[in-house]
């Protein structure tokens, strides 16, 4: 007999689970979609400036040795036989609409950037993994948009499930280089901006007079 649950097991949730989860509709559907009950999506214009500037660091690297082979192991998806099969009508667009290597690194570093600079609010490994692996498919939406018979555009999502399987993948092959790349960019980006920040919250201190005795 299988149990029955009085209350949704999403924290700080009161309302009743649907029928057979231990989740009310609206984080059950939150976890079908972002791998989470309390995850989100993160949005294309948060992660496209962050992508912009990963595209010239990945430009600026494009001769390191992890630089070629991320790429490499990227494009490498995109071969008619490799890419994985739940998603491939995904990689399909992709190969159409002319992504590379170096656009899908980006994409992942872009997202790392993002967690780094925010600190990943509301962002679980489950819901960065999700995130991850919807962010390098999106890469062919920067590019072209697809139109059904109606004529609008013809975006079908990709499950979290498959999303979120393809993000982990990523995650574990391509290893520190995503974080390590990240965390140059974000400084570089937000240095002068975190000492300014630094500054102001040291002038808190008073200083000392001429009169001051140490």
Known sequence: MMAHYEQCAAEGCTRRPRRRSRYCTTHYDRIRRNGSPHGRAIRKHELKPWRDIA?????????????????????????PTAGARFLGSEFDRLRSAGVTGADMLAAVIALWAWAEATGGRGIDDRCFDVNLGRAVLRC??????????????????????????????????????????????VEEALGPERTRDRIRE??????????DTD
């Open 55 to 79: 595209a010239g660091w990945i430009g600026r690297n494009a001769d390191h040795p992890a630089v070629v082979e991320a790429c490499g192991y990227l494009a490498g998806l995109l071969e």
């Open 140 to 185: 062919a939406r920067q590019r072209i948009v697809s139109r059904s018979k109606s004529g609008k555009p013809d975006h079908k999502r990709v499950t979290g499930n498959h999303a979120g399987a393809l993000g982990e993948e990523l995650r574990l092959a391509l290893g520190a280089l995503p974080l390590v790349a990240a965390q140059r960019i």
């Open 202 to 211: 040291a002038m808190t201190e008073p200083f000392k007079s001429a009169t």
